[in-house]
């Protein structure tokens, strides 16, 4: 489990414009199946979290409200079950959102679909992570022009914090 806080996220950015609080972030692996780098996936998370916070300005969403977010990587069968009783869907799915802050990512289906997406599984399970705090910010995606707005903005925030690792990798 990685928990992060607002010191030790966007090191290398300024967000001192916001005027709310960026809330605790823990991301926690409940699964043995798949291997990812569970560091860097936390950390691309928490890269977003603050780009997010802007977005929940826009778009209405609970997050700036939120003291904590709470990511939790599981299994296609927990996630399956999750899906069921929360949502009474069968099926295992890549992220669920509760308003209350918590996210459930499934590792086995980022595995599966990483590579349909040009990615590592780490930056999918993150890409789900991100996709989770954009619902957070208010950001929806039942409908084609919503989900090209989701689509356009997760990519765009994944790719934000993989340059932000990076330049902060440099400077080290």
Known sequence: MNRVTAETANKSLDFSSLL????????????????????????LI??????????????GG???HLPEISCT??????????HREFLGIRGATDVITFP?????????IAAERASEFGLDVT???????????????????????????MNREQNRLLALS????????RKD
């Open 100 to 108: 209350y802050g918590e996210l459930i990512l499934c590792a086995e």
């Open 20 to 43: 709310v609080p960026i809330p605790g972030l823990i991301v926690a692996s409940r699964q043995r199946t798949i291997a990812y780098d569970h560091s860097r996936a936390t950390t």
């Open 123 to 149: 930056s999918e399970i993150a890409l789900y992570g991100i996709h989770g705090l954009l619902h957070l910010a208010g950001v929806d995606d039942l409908n084609e022009a919503d989900s090209t707005v």
């Open 162 to 169: 993989k340059k932000s690792c990076n330049n902060f990798a």
């Open 62 to 64: 609970p997050l700036p």
């Open 46 to 59: 928490a890269n977003a979290l603050p780009h997010c916070l802007e977005l929940a300005a826009k778009f």
């Open 73 to 82: 990587v599981v299994s296609r069968r927990t996630m399956a079950r999750i």
